[in-house]
């Protein structure tokens, strides 16, 4: 078993808020998390939180993960125009490679239509996650390779981790190789009193911190592959 922890950086809950608070406080505690695990991550990083906070993505790449794009604002890629969209994702890698190589990226919200795809191959990048396994019709979404581009799909939405562990468990046995598992650092951040949906909310702080670690563990002990997606091979006979 294959698994990816990938963490999309950007402001908080976007678009219901327009803070930065899991950034500052959330993105401290998962690196803590990962050294005392012993694992590698893929972070997902805006090109708009790079510039606000160059020391976070230093201290993100100096911890030996992987440095990832989730475009440059957070705007949806589905409501750009071709032109904007190759302007979103060349801001954002420029600033991003000030810190370090960056390979593979994906979109935020998981919105990113196929035929922008050629952009991110003209861009330098050779992995996109922009795919979820768990959003309706996807469940059996594959790792493929379209046009050169490895295209990796997440697999199961961030708040159904934040659950109770039997029930958790459960969902993990469900997940195939590679599990790609996304989380967001401002869900590492009690929200819980906040004005917003249940589900974005539900079991964040310190109980959403304490699930990742029982994932991780989870995975553990069943001999599992920790991996910077960057690092997860797909056949070039996929399709």
């Known amino acids: 078993m294959q698994v990816c922890i990938t963490i999309d950086m950007e402001q908080d809950c976007p678009p219901f808020r327009s803070t930065y608070n899991g950034v500052e406080n959330g993105t401290p505690q998962l690196l803590e998390l990962f050294k005392e695990e012993a694992i590698p991550a893929t972070f997902f990083t805006t090109g708009d939180v790079a510039r606000r906070y160059p020391q976070v993505v230093d201290a993100i790449v100096q911890s030996g993960h992987e440095l990832g794009c989730h475009g440059d604002t957070h705007k949806r890629f589905g409501s750009m125009e071709p032109a904007e969209a190759r302007e979103e994702l060349r801001n954002a890698s420029q600033t991003l490679r000030q810190h370090a190589p960056v390979v593979s990226f994906r979109a935020p919200n998981l919105d990113f239509p196929d035929s922008y795809v050629p952009f991110l191959r003209d861009e330098g990048y050779q992995v996109d996650s922009s795919r979820g396994r768990h959003k309706q019709g996807s469940f059996f979404t594959k790792p493929v390779v379209e046009g050169g581009m490895r295209r990796i799909p997440a697999s199961i939405m961030p708040s159904a981790l934040r659950t109770p562990g039997p ?73």
Do not use: Q
Request: charge should be positive; include cysteine; aromatic fraction near 12%.
């Open 167 to 239: 029930i958790r468990n459960a969902l993990c046995r469900l997940l195939e190789s590679p599990a790609v598992l996304f989380f967001h650092p401002w869900e590492f951040t009690d929200m819980t009193r906040e004005d917003l949906r249940y589900d974005i909310r539900f079991r964040t702080g310190e109980p959403a911190l304490r699930s990742l670690r029982d994932t991780i563990r989870y995975y553990k002990r069943r001999k599992a592959s920790f991996l910077r997606i960057s690092e997860v091979s797909v056949s070039p006979g996929a399709r």
